[in-house]
Every structure is written in C-alpha cells, then in structure tokens.
C-alpha cells in the first residue's frame, strides 16, 4: 500500500538568468512501513525535497499525495491542520520551544488541535523514549540525545501517516547518534511506522529498506539495500 507519491515534483527559485531549480520532475512513492533514506551533496535538493514532502514549502509543480490526500489542493489552514496530525517533522536542532516542559513540547500537536492528549499513549511512548523522569524539564536541562528524543515523540504522539527527519544525528556525538536511530529504527519495525530520513551518514543509508540519492535535483539512484 503506498502512503506517499510524488509526481513530477519541481522547484524553482527565482527567474529568468537567476532562476535554481532546486527539484527538476522528481517522482516516486513509498509503501507504508518502509524505511527510505535520501542522500545527496549539499545543495543536491534533498532538503528541499524533505521540505516538499512535508507540507513546508510549496512545490512550484507537480503533486505530493500523502496516505492519498494531495496536500498542495489544501488551503493554508487545512494543509497546517493536516501536517500535524499526518505529518511528523523531526529537524537536526530539534525545534523544541524553549519555555515548554518536556510534557508540553510532546504534546503540542494534541493541544494546537485541542484534542485530549491519550495519556496512555503518551506514557507508552515517553517509556519507549526513556524520559519518563524528564517530563518537566525544559529543553535546556537536557543534552541534546533527549532533546532528540522529545522531538520524536512529539513527532510520533498523532500517530501520523509518514515521519520525516532531517538530518536527525547532525548535532549528535557517535553514542547518541546510535541511539537515535536505533530508536527510528524501533518505530519502524515495532510499529510499522513509515520513515524518511535525510542523511550524509552512510552508515544510516545502509540500514534504511530503500536509498534514493539526489543530485542536482533530480534521483540519480533508488535501491532497494540488500539485508
């Protein structure tokens, strides 16, 4: 079952003799519960890409078709409602808001939709994660391996269709980094919970299902990796 499309997906930034096409005609999909890593160089556009697929920034064509709603048909309020209930961001400096608690920064998504937090699952999760002695903490009485983990369960905490991290160990040592993915990794498996994670790390690609490399904003390879 296919939980994300993308059909031929472009992005250009300004015109005429200044204009970068930061994403040239790019189309795949993923399957639910797939783990797919996209590398790339710098300025390949894989960011971009991640930014497209997340309801971030908008493509200049083509469409993104998530769990099979096109996102970009949505208007301003229903595409923000819909990327934080279906959509779980996880960025490489965490996001976290600075005077929330650990509690409330994992819960925002719930509150912003003025939902009931389950607190059920938001124990289960806050156990799976290892912060169950942290949850009034603010994000700077943490290292930055919890302040990761945060980011993922707030990611995690509206069960969405697809989790996208962007470079999710950039700002992490080895151990933590190990952890981090080991982490995704258990969601992915245990949960069946789709992953797209953006990486220089080429150690991470190889324990993705599937990497799509990026150059010049076009896919210039999509493996499966052999296990």
């Not at 190889?206 to 210039?220: N, S, T, W």
């Amino acid at each position: 079952m296919e939980i994300l499309k993308i059909e031929h997906l472009s992005k250009v930034y300004g015109k005429g003799e200044t204009a970068v096409k930061a994403l040239n005609d790019v189309s795949f999909s993923v399957k639910k519960g797939e783990f797919v890593a996209i590398i790339g160089p710098s300025g390949s556009g894989k960011s971009t890409l991640l930014h497209m697929l997340g309801g971030v920034d908008k493509p200049t064509s083509g469409k993104v078709f998530v769990d099979n709603t096109d996102i970009y048909s949505l208007n301003e309020t229903q595409l923000a409602i819909f990327r934080r209930r279906q959509i779980g961001l996880i960025y490489q400096f965490y996001n976290l808001i600075p005077v929330l608690t650990v509690e409330e920064n994992i819960t925002l998504p719930s509150l912003l939709d003025e939902h009931k937090v389950d607190k059920e699952q938001l124990n289960k999760l806050v156990k799976t994660l290892n912060l169950e002695d942290r949850l009034q903490h603010l994000p700077n009485q943490l290292s930055g391996g919890q302040q990761q983990r945060v980011s993922i369960g707030r990611a995690l905490i509206s069960n969405p269709a697809i989790m996208l991290a962007d470079e999710p160990t950039g700002n992490l040592d080895s151990r933590n980094s190990r952890e981090i993915i080991d982490l995704l990794k258990m969601f992915n498996k245990t949960f069946n919970q789709t992953l797209i994670v953006i990486t220089h790390d080429e150690r991470i690609a190889l324990q993705a299902d599937r990497v799509i490399a990026i150059e010049d904003g076009r896919i210039a390879k999509d493996e499966v990796n052999r296990l």
